[in-house]
Structures are given as C-alpha cells and as structure tokens.
C-alpha cells in the first residue's frame, strides 16, 4: 500500500515511560523471561532453557507451551526485581529493521540488568539515543552478531553466568541509578 513513513524513532518511546511498582529487595532468582505467543525464535529459547536446565532458575512464562511460572509470583516488575536478570525476547526480529515494544522499555526502567534478543544491533541503537545499557554487568557484543541463532546461543550462555553471581549493595545502586536515568530519558522524549 503505498503511503508516507514517518519516523517515530526515538519521540514515540516516551509512551512507554511509567512508574514501576515493586518491592525492592535483593534477586531470589537467576533470570526472568515473558512469552505469550508461540514463535519459532520463543519456541527455540524455551528449549534451550529446558535442554539446559535453566527454567528451575527463573521465572518464566511461555503460555504457548502452558508453562507459567510468573503469575503465581506476582506482577512483571516483581518477577524482574526478584531475578538477577531478564531474558527480553522482542517481539520483531529481522536482520533490515529495528523494533522495540514495551518489553525492552519495562526493562530498561527496572533496576537489574538485561539481556536482548531482537534484530542485530538494537542495543547499539539504544545507546546512541541515551540509555544506559548496564554494559559493565552484561557484555553486550552479541548484538553485533548477525546470525539469529548464533545470537541467541550467546545470550544463554551469558544467561547461564548468572546463576551463581551475587550483587552487593552497590551493584543495586548501580542498577537504581541506570533505571533513574533511562526513566528520565523516556520522559524527555
């Protein structure tokens, strides 16, 4: 259909800023990861979860397999304040395009760290704009790769590093002061 693109990119994104609710309190668990519809990328982390034995490790939703492991422990937010860190699967991945929903935004206002798997060089996209990635806790050059699969094998290995780290006081207040300012830079927007 022939029309006019407009680039919403980065005004849009303040639709996305809210005030989260949640106790805050030290990570009870490794990781959490939200997923509803079944896709091919949502199916294949779910297995890597499961073939790896990490899903005793977070809190994970993947209603198109019944499995739901969230909703018992209570709304999104507490489920990523009580995790170390999140598993973001965006729900658009393709090698020409970038786009982000309220899954990377929900996460970047939280205070923990995250993880992203979305089109190669998302997160390259958001540090341009501003926000503040948590590098020095996640090594984030996977989003160079590429290869969708290969992508996603990094992250779950980094995912897999997480399961014995401990965060000390200042490791909260470094994520508190990510989480205040990507807040902050939703607002400007």
């Known amino acids: ?3 006019k693109i407009i680039s919403a990119i980065p005004e849009y994104w303040s639709i996305y800023a809210f005030q989260p609710q949640y106790i805050n ?3 009870s668990q490794t990781f959490n990861c939200f997923m509803a519809r079944a896709r091919g ?13 990490l899903l005793e ?3 994970v939703s993947y209603l198109a397999h019944d499995y739901d492991t969230v909703n018992s422990h209570g709304t999104l937010e507490q489920c990523v ?11 658009y991945t393709v090698d020409t395009q970038i786009a ?10 939280l205070p923990r760290p995250w993880l992203l798997y979305c089109s190669p060089h998302s997160i390259a996209l958001l540090k341009t704009h501003g926000f503040d990635v948590l590098e020095d806790y996640v090594d984030i050059s996977y989003d160079r790769v590429e290869q969708h699969w290969d992508r996603m094998d990094l992250i779950i290995n980094q995912l897999e590093t997480f399961i014995n780290r401990q965060y000390t006081r200042r490791d ?3 994520f508190e002061q990510a989480a205040v300012s990507n807040q902050a830079l939703l607002e400007q927007f």
């Open 1 to 3: 259909v022939p029309s």
């Open 25 to 27: 309190k030290p990570s």
């Open 41 to 53: 990328d949502r199916d294949r982390v779910f297995d890597l979860l499961q073939h790896r034995n």
């Open 57 to 59: 490790h977070g809190f």
């Open 81 to 91: 304040i009580d995790s170390k860190i999140s598993l973001v699967i965006e729900t």
């Open 100 to 109: 982000f929903s309220e899954k990377i935004f929900r996460a970047l206002q």
């Open 172 to 174: 909260y207040e470094r």
